[in-house]
C-alpha cells in the first residue's frame, strides 16, 4: 500500500485503503481535476470529516496523498531553476466555503508549484473551486495570482499546461532582462542580521556586500534585519525567509548570503524551505580564500580549512545513509556513503594538517636563515583591502602593486627595502585579518601569521578612508594579542587622499599614526623615518655605510610598549 501522509491517526484500514487508490488516479497533464475525482475527494473528505491533499506532477499522476491541509504534503526536493517552475500542482479540499490559505500561497510560492488549488466541501459534495498560481517576478506585483472562486465545473476545461508554459516563458524573459542588464555573475540576495550592534551592523552588511563582489556574485539586494536572538531553525524567522524568497524570486536571485554564521541545522532548513543556495559568512571567506589561494602552501591552508567546516556538516538522509554499527544483530554489509565521506574527510585532514607541520619547519628554517642576514624586519599587518600591498610596493620599489579586492594577497611577500638611518630591511606582508575571522582559517595559517613575531618592527596599515575604521583597527590588534605578537607598531593612515578631513583628524587624535597616499607618494618620506627611528629605538644598529639623519625626531606612532 502506498503511504498515505498526514493526521492519519483514527483510520480504519478501509479508509486508508481508499486513500492509497488515489495514486491510482491520472487527471492529465493539462488538467487541475476531472469531474470524477472531485467528487470522489468531496465524498471521501465528507465522510471522513478532514481535508484531503493531493500533490501532482506535471504528467498529471498523483505522487502524495496526505490527510490535512495542503502544508501536510511532503514536497520533493528538486533542483530548481530561476526560469522555470518545480514542476508539480497541489489539490486540495476544504470542509465549508473558504478560500486559499496564508499557508496555502507561502506553499506554492515557496516550492514554486505549478498551481495550488483547494476545492470546497458541501456535505459530501464540490462546490467552488479556488485556483492561484505564481505571478511574473514584477517587483509592483503580488508574488502570486489568485483566481476568481468559481463552481469546480467551470475549472474542468481550463489548460494548466499553457498557463504554466506562458508563466515560464515570462521567467526566462525577465531572466534574460536581468542578465543582459548586470552582466554575468550569479545572483544573490544579502541578509544583514542586527543582534543589537546599531549602526555596527550597518558597516558589517556593507562589508559583506564587498565580500560578495570579490567572490563573484551579482548583489541583487540586500536587507538589514532585527533579530535579538536568532530562530534556532530558520535563524530570521520563517516569515522573514518567505519574505527574502520572494525578493530573490523578484530580482532572479539563486542565493541567500547570510552575514553570520549559520549552524548545519539552520542550513539545512533554510535549502529545504527555500530551494535556494544558502551560504553563510563563513562560507564566502573560504570561497574568495579558495579563489586567490595560488602557491602550494595557500591552497593547503585553505583547503584544510575548508574540509574543517565541512566535516560537522556532512550528513545524510534516509535509512540508506544509517550506520550499522557493532554487535549481535546490528552487523551489515560496511560502512554507508556518509561514513565513506566522513572516513576520507577525516583522512585527508590529517594528511593536510601534516603537510601544513612540514610547511611550519621550513619557514622556520627560511626565518633562521633571514636571521642570519642581520637584516631587520619589517611587518605589514592590518585589515583586508587597506592597502598593505600597495604600501609595500611603494616602499620596496618592487612586487605586486595590489589589488582592489578583499583577501587578494595569501601568500606572505617579502620584499627588500632601504631605509635612511638604517640601510637595507626586509619588509613581509602577510594575508588581510577581518572581523569574526573564521576560527579554521586562522588555525590553518598560523605558520604563515607567526612570521608576524619576528619583525622588529610592524607596520599596521589602517584604511582611513574606510567607515569604522577604528573598530578595524580593533580587529587586527585583537588578532595580534591572540597571536602573541608583541612588536612595536608603527599606524599607517593609508588611502589619506580618500579620507574625510575630520575623520582623518579623528583618527590622528585618537590613535595617532601618519597619514599616507601610498598611490600617490604622499607621506612615504616621513614613513620611512618614523620606520628607521622606531627600529633604532628597538635596537637595531644601523649599517656602517648607511645615511644617518642629524636631526633624529621622536616618532608619534602607535606602539604596545
Known amino acids: 500500500m502506498e503511504k498515505i501522509f498526514g493526521r492519519t491517526n483514527g483510520l480504519k484500514p478501509s479508509e486508508k485503503k481508499r486513500l492509497a487508490n488515489l495514486y491510482n488516479r491520472r487527471v492529465g497533464a493539462n488538467r487541475l481535476l476531472t469531474t470524477e475525482l472531485a467528487r470522489t475527494l468531496a465524498a471521501l473528505s465528507g465522510e471522513l470529516g478532514k481535508p484531503i491533499s493531493l ?11 496526505a490527510v490535512g491541509d495542503a502544508k501536510e504534503l511532503p514536497v520533493p526536493e528538486s533542483a530548481l531553476v530561476e526560469t522555470r ?18 499557508p496555502d500561497l507561502s506553499m506554492l510560492f515557496l516550492h514554486r508549484l505549478d498551481a495550488m488549488g483547494a476545492l470546497e466541501v458541501e456535505q459530501g459534495h464540490p462546490g467552488k473551486l479556488h485556483l492561484a498560481q505564481l505571478s511574473p517576478p514584477k517587483a509592483d506585483e503580488e508574488d502570486w495570482q489568485i483566481f476568481p472562486a468559481r463552481p469546480y465545473y467551470e475549472y474542468l476545461e481550463w489548460d494548466l499546461a499553457v498557463a504554466v508554459a506562458a508563466l515560464e516563458e515570462e521567467l526566462s524573459r525577465q531572466a534574460r532582462g536581468l542578465d543582459l542588464r548586470d552582466g554575468s555573475g550569479e545572483r544573490a540576495v544579502l541578509v544583514g542580521v542586527d543582534q543589537g550592534e546599531g549602526v555596527q551592523a550597518e558597516v558589517d552588511l556593507a562589508e559583506l556586500a564587498e565580500l560578495a563582489r570579490t567572490a563573484g556574485a551579482v548583489v541583487a539586494h540586500q536587507e538589514l534585519v532585527f533579530r535579538p536572538s536568532l530562530d534556532p531553525r530558520y535563524a530570521v524567522g520563517r516569515g522573514k525567509v518567505e519574505e527574502l524568497v520572494s525578493q530573490a524570486y523578484h530580482q532572479n536571485a539563486g542565493t541567500l548570503i547570510f552575514g553570520i554564521d549559520l549552524s548545519a541545522a539552520q542550513a539545512r532548513e533554510l535549502e529545504t524551505i527555500t530551494g535556494l543556495k544558502i551560504l553563510d559568512r563563513t562560507q564566502l571567506i573560504l570561497d574568495i580564500f579558495a579563489q586567490h589561494a595560488r602557491t602550494p602552501e595557500a591552497k593547503v591552508q585553505v583547503e584544510l580549512a575548508q574540509l574543517k567546516y565541512l566535516l560537522p556538516r556532512l550528513v545524510g538522509k534516509g535509512k540508506e545513509l544509517s550506520r550499522l554499527g557493532g554487535g549481535i544483530g546490528t552487523r551489515g554489509p560496511g560502512e554507508t556513503k556518509l561514513e565513506v565521506d566522513r572516513r576520507r574527510l577525516k583522512d585527508r585532514i590529517a594528511e593536510l594538517t601534516r603537510k601544513l607541520r612540514e610547511i611550519a619547519a621550513r619557514r622556520q628554517e627560511t626565518r633562521r636563515q633571514r636571521d642570519k642576514s642581520g637584516l631587520p624586519i619589517v611587518g605589514v599587518v592590518g585589515y583586508t583591502n587597506a592597502g598593505k600591498t600597495t604600501l609595500m610596493h611603494a616602499l620596496a620599489k618592487k612586487g605586486d602593486e595590489g589589488e582592489n579586492k578583499l583577501f587578494a594577497t595569501l601568500r606572505p611577500l617579502t620584499r627588500r627595502g632601504f631605509l635612511p638611518g638604517i640601510g637595507e630591511v626586509l619588509f613581509t606582508d602577510t594575508v588581510g585579518f577581518i572581523r569574526h575571522m573564521p576560527g579554521d582559517l586562522v588555525e590553518a595559517f598560523r605558520s604563515t601569521l607567526e612570521e608576524l613575531r619576528d619583525a622588529d618592527v610592524l607596520l599596521h596599515v589602517l ?3 574606510q567607515e569604522g575604521a577604528l573598530e578595524r583597527y580593533e580587529v587586527v590588534e585583537d588578532l595580534l594579542a591572540e597571536l602573541g605578537v608583541e612588536s612595536r607598531r608603527v599606524l599607517v593612515l593609508s588611502k589619506a587622499d580618500a579620507a574625510d578631513g575630520y575623520d582623518l583628524e579623528f583618527l590622528k587624535e ?8 601610498a598611490v600617490k607618494g604622499l607621506g612615504l618620506h616621513e614613513l620611512k623615518q618614523w620606520v628607521a627611528e622606531a627600529l633604532l629605538a628597538q635596537g637595531v644598529r644601523p649599517a ?18
Do not use: I, K, N
Not at 510 to 517: M, T, W, Y
Not at 544 to 561: H, I, L, M, N
Open 85 to 102: 517552475l518545480s514542476g508539480y500542482r497541489v489539490l486540495h479540499t476544504h470542509l465549508g466555503q473558504g478560500g486559499l490559505s496564508r
Open 463 to 465: 584604511d582611513a578612508s
Open 510 to 517: 585618537r590613535l595617532g599614526g601618519l597619514p599616507v597616499a
Open 55 to 65: 500533490l501532482f506532477d506535471r504528467g498529471g499522476r498523483v505522487v502524495r496523498v
Open 544 to 561: 656602517a655605510w648607511a645615511y644617518v639623519s642629524p636631526e633624529p625626531r621622536v616618532a608619534v606612532a602607535a606602539s604596545t610598549d
